[in-house]
């Protein structure tokens, strides 16, 4: 049984009402519900009552370190079998680690923790990668997006990557590390035992100086399936840098976002190479990148290749005017594996959105969903 309730304003009866519900669910989603940490007591009990919850998301409540205390107390419990724990945007600041660091220390279940957009910073983080090494957390999602990190998070990160062979997912979108940071935390990556299959870096102050050491994760772990730098300015030069991975036999890749990375058609020779010999990748977003036409043909060249095994382009905000129509035309009308293309935000007009209806509607055409919202 699921419960699932977002945006809602608790009054005592509804709570109570809700809370009957709760000791029964295996899931419950409490998004948005303007909690506060007086709720968490009565969640907690839940939590020791209920054996059978394995997913609580409570994002998007003002909980405070307060709440995450009581939480604690039903976390904790030898009953409590709960995997998944969503705690974002819940007003946590760095207080709030050594509670989850003893959970993480005490719940073998716990297999996915995310507490993105909290104010842990670096010194609440290093605390929680404590509970991290201890051999009876088997966490294999963490995410620390927008959690006021900094360079100084790398060593205790990598520290806990070496003793953590279970950890699949790690995301630290959005903190300031820089590029000497994600060169240290690569070379731990490739170092360590874990089979990382999702590692998400978007705005962290990558250049292309870092571009080398992340391409060397990609060339040696074999299981990352899913990478985004997007939101760094790694440009062509470090662009070039990641293809050598990419291209690499041992890399797998699946999911790449590059949006916003200072890209232009130089790169989508590269691009396109990926596109048409890495038959693992299925979806690529290269939003608000300069490619221009001259790119986005170079592209469509390589979705004609047989090999190619793309399902999802995004290249919205490209610069892309009515010239590059005919060609995405023509590869709409090749290409059977091509399931969405979002090319809203360009200015097609309307001479191109009848040429890109031309390939839409051809027989080998596949495509389910099209974002196109043309500038005339």
Known sequence: MELDIQCEEMNPSRWAELLSTMKSCKTIRLDDCNLSSSNCKDIS??????????????????????????????????????????????????ASCETLRSVLSAQPSLTELH???????????????QGLMNPNCKLQKLQLEYCELTADIVEALNAALQTKPTLKELSLSNNTLGDTAVKQLCRGLVEARCDLELLHLENCGITSDSCRDISAVLSNKSSLIDLSVGDNKIGDSGLAL??????????????????????????????SRVISTKETLTEISLIDNNLRDSGMEILCQALKDPKAELQELWVRECGLTTACCKAVSSALSVNTHLKVLHIGENKLGDAGVELLREGLLHPNCNIQSLCNTVKL
């Open 45 to 94: 009990s839940v939590i020791n009552t209920n054996p059978s919850l394995t997913e609580l998301k409570l994002n998007n409540n003002e909980l405070g370190d307060v709440g995450i205390e009581y939480l604690s107390k039903g976390l904790l419990t030898p009953s409590c079998s709960l995997q998944k724990l969503w705690l974002q945007n819940c007003n946590l600041t760095s």
């Open 115 to 129: 507490v993105g957009d909290n104010r842990l910073g670096t010194a609440g983080v290093k605390v929680l990668c």
């Open 242 to 271: 990641l293809c050598q991975g990419l291209l690499h036999p041992n890399c797998k890749i699946q999911k790449l976002w590059l949006w916003d990375c200072d890209l232009t058609s130089v790169s989508c020779k590269d691009l």
